[in-house]
Structures are given as C-alpha cells and as structure tokens.
Nanobody
C-alpha cells in the first residue's frame, strides 16, 4: 500500500515562498506519476502539478505556471513543490497523490492520497 506524507505547509504573506515535500513509501515499483492537488474551502479539489517517474513529462495548472515548480528525488522517494510569488488565491489544503499507470492532472486517475498540508497566504 502506497503511503504519502506531506510536509512544509504554513502561513506566508503574499509574494512569499514555500516548499512542500511528500515522502512516499510502501511500494515495490514506484508509481508512474506523482502529483500535487489543492482544495480550498467550498471548492473542488484541483490539480496543481504532476511529474512522471522519469521526470520527462511535467504538467502544471495554468494558474500556477511560472510560479510553482514540481520536482522529485527518486533516491529519497520524495516529491517537492516549490511555490514562489504566492497569492492569497493559493490558500488551500495541498495534497500529494500517486497514479500507478498514467500521468495527468485528472484527480480521478490518482489512486493514493496523502492527508494534506495547509497553505495560507495573506494579503
């Protein structure tokens, strides 16, 4: 069973930066795709960024393109999300997720989820 544990959330002023981490464990073969999703109060969970196992395919939501960077350290089984130029609209619970078979920002394809880490951006 794949286990995902997020960390690195917190409160920051607009324009600031945060780096989220996701430690993955419990698998024999690394999932094909790892991604970050977020959910703000009263809104649906949305895809933020995703990266395939080899790092050759990376996907970003339009709203974060150019501000957020997804990366991974396969030796450490850790996924990262570097978030720069944060805006109040980025306030949400951020989730790490894994898709064993394909890579996209479609949340229905991701089978494994972490518990989330809260990001709050003040104006």
């Amino acid at each position: 069973q794949v286990q995902l544990v997020e960390s690195g959330g917190g409160s920051v002023q607009g324009g600031g930066s945060l780096r989220l981490s996701c430690a993955a464990s419990g698998y024999t073969n690394r999932p094909y795709c790892m991604g970050w999703f977020r959910q703000a109060p009263g809104k649906e969970r949305e895809g933020v960024a995703a990266i395939d196992r080899g790092g050759g395919r990376v996907y970003y939501a339009d709203s974060v393109q150019g501000r957020f960077t997804i990366s991974q350290d396969n030796a450490k089984n850790t996924l990262y999300l570097q978030m720069n130029s944060l805006e109040p609209e980025d306030t949400a619970m951020y989730y790490c997720a894994a898709d064993p078979w394909r890579c996209s920002l479609e949340k229905r394809n991701f089978d494994y989820w972490g518990q989330g880490t809260q990001v709050t951006v003040s104006s």
